[in-house]
DNA sequence: CCCGGGATCAACCCTTTGGTTGATGGCGGC
DNA sequence: GCCGCCATCAACCAAAGGGTTGATCCCGGG
């Protein structure tokens, strides 16, 4: 065993940092050399220093989201690996994050041995996948599954906020034409004919969350 | 200054309990005096344990919720005060929570000087608000209550479940146009232009349920 | 190297939805 | 008895959404 290895923490909750340093302060082998509250912060201390895996959470408040910031930090030659920790274990949102450079994907009500397993394999180059997501890739592989990509997700999400083809279109910066591209995709994937059913739908198959 | 507070921390996340623990042991005048990783588990453990306050998540994976759990704590005589602390600040929640008994409702994300002083203010009888939670619930009440009539209600509840507003009106035994005339009253009272956007408040209101 | 899929956009057409006006009947309260 | 609210429907117009075809670009796999 040589030199421990070093973490560090990405989330925007004061409460969820405290909670990582504490149960990994348990471990020899594993050190928290930094937190970052924000995702663009998290791309910065990679940048400067030296740091062999990331905790990283999925959903900032505002701004860079962890999804951009895994993709910024893996593009670097001798990036760290990044752990993607979050919440929810939606399909679109982990096929994003593995697509994004992420090696491993956990959840965090995941038990704390499982935690510190999967940054000890991710510090070794080993993908870590908690059980509970490996179980629903393999549901998604074994079902002819509806696979919405990453951004048919995006725009589906918008509309059950609400908002209109042109709004969508103004907030992801596209014109209206691909919103309805998007759309008429996402219609024909789910086998319904209109936005409002699509929402129903995406909600019954928990494409979607609150 | 007389004796410490005692706390119960009630969350499903290991890692949140850890991060609540860590950050109000700094603070002397605050003991953690157990944890539960269940709703029923925090109901137990204050019929038989002394506590003063509850740090309640709302969410749990299964079995009983933490409004539940909240309602059974309060019913007792000599009942500790639950805080509520969640991710989600949606209206209904909070609503829900208040009336099920809660002294106050903070995020998982306020920062952790607000959280010790909503301890402290829970401890003292006094009702503890997050400001981002407070704007909410002063928003809601300068907006007069939204009052559909139950037959707004059928006909948003089978927009909500992506039916057309000529099944909605085969559904119900109605013209079109009556189903049309029930909607631009609905988007009238609820400030919206669209049926996506008219299902995205009624769900974030309460108005509807899944 | 070519192929397929994802993402982007345009032009076109048709249907649905949204907004307005106006009208009828029933029910409850003052 | 009148007024207000709810519920019902019609006709009409403008706007948004849905469907189709076709096109470009980029990327990664065989």
Redo the contacts between chains.
């Keep these: 065993m040589s030199r421990p290895v070093r973490l560090l923490l990405a989330d925007?909750?004061?409460?969820?940092?405290?909670?990582?340093?504490?149960?990994l302060s348990t471990e020899p082998d594993l050190t928290v050399v930094a937190e970052a509250a924000t995702a663009r912060e998290a791309v910065a201390v990679c940048a400067r220093e030296s740091v062999d895996v990331v905790l990283m959470d999925l959903q900032f408040?505002s701004g860079m989201q962890g999804v951009e910031a895994t993709a910024a930090i893996v593009a670097r030659p001798d990036a760290p690996r990044v752990l993607v920790l979050t919440?929810y274990d939606t399909e679109a949102d982990i096929l994003a994050a593995v697509e994004a450079g992420a090696t491993g994907y956990l959840l965090?009500?995941?038990?704390?041995e499982e935690?510190a397993a999967a940054v000890r394999a991710a510090a070794a180059g080993r993908s870590a996948l908690a059980p509970a997501v490996a179980h629903r890739l393999i549901d998604r592989v074994r079902a002819p599954g509806v696979a919405l990509t990453p951004r048919e997700s995006e725009v589906l999400r918008l509309?059950?906020?609400?908002?209109?083809n042109q709004q969508i279109s103004r907030r992801l910066h596209l014109s209206q034409a691909t919103v309805k591209t998007h759309l008429v995709h996402v219609y024909g994937k789910l086998g319904?004919?209109?936005?409002?059913?699509?929402?129903?739908?995406a909600?019954e198959r928990g494409l979607i969350r609150?």
């Design positions: 925007d909750h004061p409460v969820v940092r405290s909670g990582l340093r504490a149960l408040g919440t965090k009500d995941a038990p704390p935690l509309v059950a906020d609400g908002l209109s319904v004919e209109s936005r409002t059913a699509a929402v129903a739908v909600r609150r």
